[in-house]
């Protein structure tokens, strides 16, 4: 597993918004959309070009474009957050969609849906979802994706958790994560400490 911790001034402060309890839903959006430019921005560092000769009003000169664009999925609900800045930095890229909520007693992740290619041979893959707590939901996750034959995933996260992180190196899937920050661990209710509480609830209200 490839780990990339996004350590900037502008993440640790988009960070805070989003950590400090004060933070409303709407402001609380809006630094998880800062925060998913700068982890795109970096997780999309090494993605191959494609060429080609293109005109610019003065001369000739040589353009380029993305040769793969990733499938973009943000894991619901909130990653639905993520969703819009990474395609709005990725505008050729497909979005796929995956529905999974935590059951709060055994922690593990209780799927309602899915919504993916049906193969994903030779596809690059972008998961977005803010937490990374215990891993279960991500490792269900791999399980959807490498069952249609995905081998690049790339886990994009706002907060991860090193459990989680131990989670998913063990699960043995190749694997590049991108987070702004490992904090301390987990609590006794597995919630990432000292995190920013429920990151679905932040944004769209407790249902
Ligand atoms: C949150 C979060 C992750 C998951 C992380 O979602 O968005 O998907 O918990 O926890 P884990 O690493 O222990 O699996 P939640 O299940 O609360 O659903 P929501 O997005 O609808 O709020
Ligand atoms: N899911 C969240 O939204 N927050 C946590 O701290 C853990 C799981």
Known sequence: MQLTVVDHPLARARLSTMRDERTGNAAFRAALRDLTQMLVYEATRDLALAESTIQTPVTSTTGYRLAAPPLIVPVLRAGLGMADTAHGMLPES?????????????????????????????RDVFLLDPMLATGGSLVHCFGLLTSRGATSITVLCALAAPEGLRRLEESGVPLRVFTASIDEGLNENAYIVPGLGDAGDRQFGAV
Do not use: H, I, K
Request: hydrophobic share 45%.
């Open 94 to 122: 497909q979005m796929g969609f995956v529905g999974l909520a935590r059951n709060e007693v055994t922690f593990s992740p209780e799927a309602y849906m899915a919504s993916l290619p049906e193969t994903l041979v030779d």
